[in-house]
């Protein structure tokens, strides 16, 4: 057996409160200073329970605003790699989930929104604004209020990491083809082959035509909407969050389950749309789960990417060694035998997305929407699933787990029944730019979420 690779325990995330104070205080002058924002972020926080903070792409300051060294003092690095406009430097912090601070020649202080669809945010704003940018370009961007020497704008990324609109765009008429054609894919197949062939034929071809952030734009956005309407709790989180037209720009995560048979194609596919692989997760020998994540820094992707995993594998490079069959299916791999493969039929296990926790549980609790325990509750990191969404078993896929003698006679009935467990919308909330997960403790969550023991 292979030892992991290195690199993908390199990862080591820390907790940077000195920089989530200097940004919030600079947020919070903005606010003093620019009263339709802060009516609007009052407005965001209480009728969506998310937080105005995890809204921004990025603030604009001017030179004798902010002092540079003391960006960089905090640990800000200047960007040398990105698309920026020609009067403007901008600074990101490297292992955070904070958003990039630009410096400009410009005497005004900028705070950018980031919607998941303009035209639908500045439509609720009623601001009538004029959008700079193409629709379904790269990135476009709107002035929504000004006052005095500030200014709030909103900016929609559909596979670009840059600040600077372009002049032409030549692909939109390609990613409208795309975003269709996800939206419209086949997602069963009489086989597993079969499926995950034409899923790699349809993002190979796509990739010919558009750039692998391009396509993996359209694609999770295809893959958002799929997993939504098989979410009774998502939807209307949804509904929430576009009273705003914010939709789901305050996403997180997005987790494929897989069977141990497919894991490999599956990484294959989001290695075709330009990932790459951060940390590995062996979520403890009970519940016999692991995860590899992976990353799109240009597409503000992450990954979680599950299997069954025994103890005896957890320190091996588990996302590049092959894997034999287990005797027995762990909670994931008995998820995918009951719904299909999270990349095909099954659509994603659950979409993360960033939020004020405790307010979002009180919340959902006074619509009667159940959350369940926590299973992260730190200052840094909270988590939690909503209740899971049941989803009726095809009695086909009963019978052979039953043959195979991995199933009882009692279970199938009551699988057949009643359904099982089959999504979540997570309720996450970070603070001091943690950009990491739970090693330890989420194997709580995946025990307690295992279709043979789950309770609604």
Request: hydrophobic letters at 35%; one cysteine or more.
């Amino acid at each position: 057996m292979k030892e992991p690779d290195q690199k993908l325990n390199k990862f080591n995330w820390r907790l940077h409160p000195e920089a989530e104070g200097y940004l919030i205080k600079h947020v919070n002058v903005f606010l003093k200073n620019h009263d339709f924002a802060h009516t609007l972020a009052s407005g965001i926080e209480r009728e969506t329970s998310t937080r105005f903070f995890d809204w921004i792409d990025h603030v604009v300051f001017p030179y004798n605003g902010v002092d540079e060294k003391t960006l960089k003092d905090i640990g800000f690095q200047e960007m040398t790699n990105v698309e920026i406009p020609s009067d403007v430097r901008a600074f990101v912090y490297p292992g955070t989930i904070f958003f990039p601070v630009l410096l400009g020649k410009k005497q005004y202080t900028e705070l950018a929104l980031k919607p998941e669809r303009l035209d639908h945010f500045i439509q609720v704003m009623g601001t009538g604004n004029a959008i700079e940018g193409d629709i379904y370009g790269a990135y476009r961007k709107a002035i929504i209020s000004q006052q005095s020497d500030f200014i709030l704008s909103a900016v929609e990324r559909r596979g670009y990491g840059g600040f600077r609109v372009p002049k032409k765009i030549n692909d939109t008429q390609e990613y409208r083809q795309t975003l269709e054609a996800f939206f419209c894919r086949r997602r069963c197949f009489e086989s597993l082959d079969e499926g995950m062939d034409a899923t790699q034929k349809l993002i190979k071809d796509t990739c010919q035509k558009l750039s692998q952030a391009r396509v993996a734009d359209a694609f999770f956005r295809a893959e958002r909407m799929y997993w939504e309407r098989r979410n009774w709790i998502g939807r209307i989180q949804k509904a929430r969050q576009d009273k705003f037209g914010l939709g789901w720009g305050n996403h997180d995560h997005h987790t494929f389950r897989s069977s141990r048979r497919n894991f490999p194609r599956l990484l294959k596919i989001l290695d075709m749309l330009g990932f790459t692989r951060r940390e590995q997760f062996f979520a403890g020998e009970e519940a016999g789960w692991g995860a590899q994540l992976l990353e799109y820094p240009d597409c503000n992707f992450v990954v979680f990417a599950d299997i069954d995993l025994s103890k005896e594998e957890k320190s091996m490079d588990f996302s590049h060694d092959d894997l034999k069959q287990l005797d027995r299916f762990g909670t994931v791999g008995l998820w995918v035998e009951l719904h299909g493969e999270s990349i095909l039929q099954a659509g994603l296990h659950h979409l993360a997305a960033r939020y004020d926790f405790e307010r979002l549980c009180r919340d959902l609790k006074q619509m009667n929407l159940t959350v369940m325990s926590p299973f992260s509750y730190f200052e840094f990191l909270k988590q939690a699933f909503s209740e899971g969404e049941m989803w009726n078993v095809d009695k086909r896929r009963l019978d052979i787990l039953m043959e195979r003698g991995s199933m009882s006679t009692s279970q199938h009935e009551t699988f057949l029944r009643h359904g099982a467990i089959g999504s979540h919308l997570e309720n996450i909330q970070r603070d001091q730019g943690f950009k990491g997960f739970n090693q330890k403790s989420v194997s709580a969550i995946i025990t307690a979420t295992d279709p043979r023991k789950y309770k609604r």
